[in-house]
T-cell receptor
Framework: NAGVTQTPKFRVLKTGQSMTLLCAQD?????MYWYRQDPGMGLRLIHY???????AKGEVPDGYNVSRLKKQNFLLGLESAAPSQTSVYFC??????????????FGSGTRLTVV | DAKTTQPNSMESNEEEPVHLPCNHS???????IHWYRQLPSQGPEYVIH???SNVNNRMASLAIAEDRKSSTLILHRATLRDAAVYYC????????????FGTGTRLTIIP
């Protein structure tokens, strides 16, 4: 099925470890996004990309890095994990804006725990 | 970004229509009104969006006030599967690519 696939679905890290979350979409979307969601809160944007080779900071970018080397993939990296990064991470993609605007397609999330 | 105001929670009976309100008094002329929902333990799901005119799709209807300062998401016949958090979001039609989520309305469906 077409959509956004996130790997892994679950992960436990020790403080100071590094990891990369992978987001892949097969809809040929231009835009891709990484959000985090903490308990009882809405989603907050970490980084986003408006096309292959481009990235930009969102609302809460500190402690994260991203790369968009291929149009279909958007990687989120944690260089040195901290307990404050315990969260559920969602990736999303959308078509080029245009005048009509389009909705986002979200992945099912990665639940990350940093101990 | 212009902000939206939604009730924290609502309840509705199964098989009855549900009207979810959203206020956005500072909306600009280029802001689209988006609605998403998030079922338990899942990622958000696009529901509907509009600019000025009312919109219908297979999931719901979006009624936009004439002055665009408020809107209502209408679920015509609620089912248990519609229990979710519903987010009303404004998205600038020019230049601003990102969606900014608030805390939404938690909808409970009563069997």
């Amino acid at each position: 099925n077409a959509g956004v696939t996130q790997t892994p679905k679950f992960r436990v890290l020790k403080t100071g470890q590094s990891m990369t979350l992978l987001c892949a979409q097969d809809m040929n979307h231009e835009y891709m996004y990484w959000y985090r969601q903490d308990p009882g809160m809405g989603l907050r944007l970490i980084h986003y990309s408006v096309g292959e080779g481009t990235t930009a900071k969102g609302e809460v970018p500190d402690g994260y890095n991203v790369s968009r080397l291929k149009k279909q993939n958007f990687l989120l990296g944690l260089e040195s994990a901290a307990p404050s990064q315990t969260s559920v991470y969602f990736c999303a993609s959308s078509r080029d804006r245009g005048f009509l605007d389009y909705g986002y397609t979200f992945g099912s999330g990665t639940r990350l725990t940093v101990v | 970004d212009a902000k939206t105001t939604q009730p924290n929670s609502m309840e509705s009976n199964e098989e009855e229509p549900v009207h979810l309100p959203c206020n956005h008094s500072t909306i600009s002329g280029t802001d689209y009104i988006h609605w998403y929902r998030q079922l338990p333990s899942q990622g958000p799901e696009y529901v509907i969006h509009g600019l000025t005119s009312n919109v219908n799709n297979r999931m719901a209807s979006l009624a936009i006030a004439e002055d665009r300062k408020s809107s209502t998401l209408i679920l015509h016949r609620a089912t248990l599967r519609d229990a979710a958090v519903y987010y009303c979001i404004l998205r600038d039609g020019f230049g601003n690519e990102k969606l900014t989520f608030g805390t939404g309305t938690r909808l409970t469906i009563i069997p």
